[in-house]
């Protein structure tokens, strides 16, 4: 995996370091972190960029999950502006024909940062990717309704999948695209390459894959040793969730980043943390039954499982030289 631009300016602004530090906090898929930000000087503004060079070829082709990983580190970019006492400026997508450059983020007016943005603030270091089991059941009916409504205020629809049935039924759909992924050689090389000391530690993914109804990714190669019966997987599921949007263009899965961020942290500071099971999202059929039967005339972009469970350590992130870059190194083109 290769970062796209040198750094030529080794000495950024502290906002600049600031909001680079919260962005690289995001989720990404397999922690690939598929971004890098570059800075207009004298804490002007910010930027986000994606890197091209760190996608998913195979699991991620058209850059879908790649540009949610983005609006996550778009959304805390938003949050650590407001931990300064300005409000955030956002323009998405702001040149058009150059796709890479997901968002521009500039100091608007001053105003104090509010209760909850503090509470986000404190979550955005304490979030984490959970993976098997959950210690207690579903999460409380007020809760979900909140998150609901923290996605709906970023434009995105989070819809819970609360009948047994239904969750089997989506289950069915994540196993189906999960057991493809597993016997597909070139995915399981891909999967591979993102674990290790720099994308996703081993510790991190020790667990048997399908501890629960909806299966989980196989990075280590754990499912073929022995399998787990169905009737272990129930315990533990925790809440079933989809977010998804009114479009599927690349501002949509900006807006799909930025209300799963804005979930996710609002989730993490009530000690409530999240699984993904993005598998039948990268296969095309599978999207498309997914999208009929949990998200209709939407475009599903996550699936997820919240619950409680004890904290995990943090996969580590790149450091940030090489990370952020000054924008005069993009605009002369290197
Ligand atoms: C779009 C997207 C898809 C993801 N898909 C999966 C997945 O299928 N399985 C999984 O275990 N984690 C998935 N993740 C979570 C990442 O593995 C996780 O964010 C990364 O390892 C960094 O860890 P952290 O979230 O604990 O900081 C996904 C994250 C994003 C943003």
Same mark, same amino acid.
């Given at each position: 995996?290769?970062?796209?631009?040198?750094?030529?300016?080794?000495?950024?602004?502290?906002?600049?370091?600031?909001?680079?530090?919260?962005?690289?906090?995001?989720?990404?898929?397999?922690?690939? &972190?598929?971004? =890098?930000?570059?800075?207009?000087?004298?804490?002007?503004? =910010?930027?986000?960029?994606?890197?091209?060079?760190?996608?998913?070829?195979?699991?991620?082709?058209?850059? #879908? &999950?790649?540009?949610?990983?983005?609006?996550?580190?778009?959304?805390?970019?938003?949050? /650590?502006?407001?931990?300064?006492?300005?409000?955030?400026?956002?323009?998405?997508?702001?040149?058009?024909?150059?796709?890479?450059?997901?968002?521009?983020?500039?100091?608007?007016?001053?105003?104090?940062?509010? #209760?909850?943005?503090?509470?986000?603030?404190?979550?955005?270091?304490?979030?984490?990717?959970?993976?098997?089991?959950?210690?207690?059941?579903?999460?409380?009916? +007020?809760?979900?309704?909140?998150?609901?409504? &923290?996605?709906?205020?970023?434009?995105?629809?989070?819809?819970?999948?609360?009948?047994?049935?239904?969750?089997?039924?989506?289950?069915?759909?994540?196993?189906?695209?999960?057991? #493809?992924?597993?016997?597909?050689?070139? *995915?399981?090389?891909?999967?591979?390459?993102?674990?290790?000391?720099?994308?996703?530690?081993?510790?991190?993914?020790?667990?048997?894959?399908? %501890?629960?109804?909806?299966?989980?990714?196989?990075?280590?190669? %754990?499912? *073929?040793?022995?399998?787990? $019966?169905?009737?272990?997987?129930?315990?533990?599921?925790? +809440?079933?969730?989809?977010? +998804?949007?009114?479009?599927?263009?690349?501002?949509?899965?900006?807006?799909?980043?930025?209300?799963? &961020?804005?979930?996710?942290?609002?989730?993490?500071?009530?000690?409530?943390?999240?699984? =993904?099971?993005?598998? $039948?999202?990268?296969?095309?059929?599978?999207?498309?039954?997914?999208?009929?039967? =949990?998200? $209709?005339?939407?475009? !599903?972009?996550?699936?997820?499982?919240?619950?409680? /469970?004890?904290?995990?350590?943090? !996969?580590?992130?790149?450091?940030?030289?090489?990370?952020?870059?000054?924008?005069?190194?993009?605009?002369?083109?290197?």
């Amino acid at each position: 995996m290769t970062t796209a631009y040198r750094n030529p300016y080794p000495n950024p602004g502290h906002a600049a370091l600031h909001l680079a530090r919260a962005a690289s906090l995001a989720p990404s898929p397999h922690n690939i &972190q598929p971004w =890098f930000f570059a800075e207009e000087g004298h804490d002007r503004g =910010f930027e986000v960029h994606a890197d091209n060079g760190r996608r998913l070829l195979l699991t991620d082709p058209g850059g #879908r &999950q790649a540009a949610i990983a983005g609006g996550a580190a778009l959304f805390n970019v938003r949050i /650590a502006v407001r931990q300064l006492g300005f409000r955030p400026v956002v323009n998405v997508l702001p040149v058009p024909g150059r796709p890479g450059f997901l968002a521009r983020v500039g100091f608007g007016a001053h105003a104090p940062v509010t #209760r909850g943005e503090a509470r986000m603030v404190w979550a955005m270091g304490h979030r984490r990717t959970h993976r098997g089991r959950f210690a207690s059941g579903a999460l409380t009916e +007020s809760l979900v309704d909140d998150l609901r409504a &923290q996605a709906r205020a970023e434009g995105a629809e989070l819809r819970s999948v609360d009948s047994p049935d239904r969750v089997e039924l989506l289950a069915d759909l994540v196993g189906t695209a999960e057991d #493809r992924h597993r016997a597909d050689r070139g *995915h399981a090389a891909e999967l591979a390459r993102c674990v290790g000391p720099w994308g996703l530690p081993a510790e991190a993914c020790l667990g048997h894959p399908d %501890l629960t109804l909806l299966a989980g990714r196989d990075y280590l190669g %754990l499912a *073929h040793r022995y399998t787990v $019966p169905v009737r272990n997987r129930r315990a533990g599921t925790g +809440s079933v969730l989809v977010l +998804s949007t009114a479009g599927d263009g690349r501002a949509d899965w900006l807006r799909a980043g930025q209300a799963l &961020q804005r979930v996710l942290l609002y989730a993490a500071a009530r000690d409530a943390v999240a699984a =993904f099971h993005t598998q $039948p999202l990268e296969v095309p059929a599978l999207r498309a039954e997914v999208r009929a039967w =949990f998200t $209709p005339g939407r475009f !599903p972009q996550m699936v997820l499982r919240l619950g409680h /469970a004890a904290p995990t350590p943090r !996969p580590p992130r790149r450091p940030l030289d090489g990370l952020l870059v000054h924008e005069s190194a993009l605009a002369s083109g290197r």
